[in-house]
């Protein structure tokens, strides 16, 4: 699979865009782990363009995670052209990607993410002028469809694909949706079926085992797939899909928990040494609290709560440690 001149080889595994968890350490570790193309946190093209701090900050890549994509948003066609020429001056990724996907209300409800479903003129006119603004290989993240009354993806990628795009991904779900349910992987096929479809088509929803992604790619013919909740303190769930999809059938290859355990930890010192410790800490939280690594453990409950109301190395790390005492191999 291509997108542009960037090769990514056969049934790519992406790490999709996330606000609050592919910061750049996160990005690395999925990286390392197998992930084909990973996503920067999304960038509002407004806040961009007036050089907000926090906002500029996560235009930060490095060679080492490459190929890497930037994922800006907005709702107006001069600030997004403005955004996308800024983030190709100054931080050269290799993709990047609109985002008409995004669900919550503070950007859908504003017009923006996937809140540009029920402006279809506008989001095509949008991504006309950044393609022919930027030199950069443009690509679009997007939902089925605004609800079920309104599943416009089967003309909307066309549209998209004669606006000049080099890449769509499509999550299974509408905006109507948000993130419950299961996401509807049948109009994604529909769209990869299409002749009239040339550009890579990258499937994303409930993607959260190896068995998930080989069905992905068998029974709906996409070209790559976009894995993310599933990434939530498992950076290795790369390495487990890509292993299983060059094997099917054989058994994974086994970490133990202290070598996951160590991860973690490294994702948590990153997080720290990059944003401060408490920050770093609460940042890290979200992973601790989802990880698979503590699933299933007899009477683990004191110690997630003590684990997750840590607010300091010294409190968070014995924890840590006496949790690989306790349940290590």
């Known amino acids: 699979m291509k997108i542009g001149t960037i090769d990514l080889g056969h049934r790519p595994v ?12 996160f990005r690395h570790l999925c990286k390392r782990f197998g992930a084909a193309m990973v996503y920067t946190e999304f960038v509002s093209a407004e806040a961009l363009v007036r050089s907000v701090k926090t906002t500029v900050s996560k235009l930060q890549i490095d060679d080492a995670e490459r190929p890497v994509g930037i994922q800006i948003y907005g709702r107006d066609v001069p600030q997004m052209v403005e955004a996308a020429q800024i983030v190709e001056a100054e931080a050269h990724p290799d993709v990047i990607d609109l985002n008409f996907g995004c669900p919550v209300k503070k950007v859908a409800g504003k ?19 950044v393609v022919n603004a930027v030199k950069t290989p443009i690509t679009v993240k997007t939902r089925l469809g605004w609800n079920h009354e309104q599943l ?8 998209l ?10 999550h299974g779900r509408t905006r109507s949706q948000m993130y419950t349910g ?8 529909e769209v990869k079926r299409n002749p009239r479809i040339t550009i890579p088509i990258i499937g994303n929803g409930d993607i959260t085992t190896p068995a998930q992604a080989l069905g992905a790619f068998e029974n709906y013919g996409v070209d790559a797939v976009m894995v993310g909740r599933a990434t939530f303190g498992r950076p290795w769930v790369f390495s487990e899909i890509n292993h299983f999809l060059a094997h099917p059938g054989e058994p994974l290859p086994e970490m133990s928990f202290s070598e996951k ?6 994702q948590l010192r990153i997080n720290v040494e990059r944003i401060g410790e408490r920050p770093g800490i609460l940042h890290t939280r979200r992973h601790l609290a989802a990880t698979p690594l503590f699933k299933g453990i007899p009477d683990f409950r004191p110690t997630r709560i003590a684990m997750l109301r840590a607010e300091t190395l010294d409190t968070l790390l014995p924890i840590l440690e006496q949790c690989r005492q306790r349940f290590g191999e």
Do not use: H, S
Request: glycine fraction near 10%; proline fraction near 3%.
């Open 152 to 159: 416009i993806i089967t003309t909307l990628a066309e549209q």
């Open 182 to 189: 299961e996401a509807d992987w049948t109009l994604i096929g």
């Open 261 to 266: 355990l160590d991860i973690l930890i490294e």
């Open 14 to 25: 992406f790490l999709a865009p996330m606000e609050d968890v592919t910061d750049i350490g």
């Open 111 to 129: 017009g923006a993410g996937a809140g540009m479903l029920q402006n279809i003129p506008l989001l095509l006119d949008i991504t006309r002028n």
């Open 161 to 170: 694909q004669d606006c000049g795009i080099q890449a769509l991904t499509i």
